[in-house]
């Protein structure tokens, strides 16, 4: 019985069902921007949109495993024990990211200040802010369910990719909200794809080696966080950050820790 319930492709059927959801959310976070809604009533419904993903997966999570708990699930997610190299070294790559996108930006840019937020309380809000809509949002559905799915029947490497690109394909309504027309765009979206594609694969080789969902989630939350804290022109930083996080997924692929990008067997842990 639970057999026949099952989805079919609930890979696919997740990301439709997160896109449907999404677009609906998105466009109402818009009208409420134009009809000028006070600014908190316009994060607040920015970060439930950024949940489409959960709320998808929580809709179809009894058809894709029949008889268990979402909660049980999530749970299981964050209980092993977090790994101190693999967090340091995650930290340390971010870091580093951090100071190589600064340094370009420091060098090619003439504004006064490198950093948009000046005081640690604004830093701190930001912070939080942040990680409430999209990190927490995104990971339990992008990571959580859908890469280690297809990891049953894909290798990581190309789960990383499939996942990378759908992930980066649910972004598309915001691209048109940048401001960018014409070869602009073209550059913004094709700077973001190899930003989202490179930065899915580091999440993967680290959530392979720790099976805790706290280390794509601090990837993810530090990539949007660097990012929004730099005082430079959007299209300069997701150039400068596609390039670097490209050069270290290239590097982590070579070096392949563990030899886990390859084969068709899930990780451990994976359910």
Request: proline content about 4%; some cysteine.
């Amino acid at each position: 019985m639970d057999n026949e319930k099952k989805l079919k492709k609930p890979v696919a059927s997740f990301i439709l069902l997160t896109n449907i959801i999404f677009f609906p959310l998105f466009c109402l976070v818009g009208v409420i921007k134009m009809l000028g809604f006070p600014e908190w009533v316009f994060h607040v419904m920015l970060c439930i949109s950024a949940w489409s993903s959960t709320f998808a997966f929580a809709v179809l999570f009894k058809k894709i495993y029949p008889g268990q708990s979402f909660i049980q699930f999530v749970k299981d997610k964050f209980k092993n024990k977090l790994k101190v190299s693999v967090i340091l070294t995650v930290i340390m790559i971010q870091v580093f990211i951090f100071l190589m996108v600064m340094f370009f930006v420091a060098t090619n840019s003439e504004a006064d200040t490198i950093f948009k937020i000046s005081s640690w309380g604004m830093l701190i809000y930001f912070f939080l802010k942040n990680l409430l809509s999209g990190p927490l949002g995104e990971e339990i559905g992008w990571r959580g369910f859908a890469l280690m799915e297809l990891q049953k029947k894909h290798s990581p490497l190309k789960a990383s990719i499939i996942i990378g690109f759908w992930w980066g394909m649910w972004h598309l309504p915001i691209w048109f909200t940048t401001g960018y027309v014409g070869i602009d765009l073209i550059k913004y979206m094709l700077f973001f794809m190899f930003a989202i594609l490179a930065t899915t694969i580091i999440m993967t080789t680290f959530y392979n080696l720790n099976q805790n969902l706290i280390i794509p989630i601090t990837i993810h939350q530090f990539f949007n966080f660097f990012i929004g804290i730099i005082n430079g022109n959007l299209l300069d930083l997701i150039m400068y950050n596609a390039i670097v996080y490209l050069a270290v997924a290239v590097l982590i692929i070579i070096i392949n820790p563990k030899k886990i990008f390859y084969g068709k067997e899930a990780p451990i842990n994976a359910k």
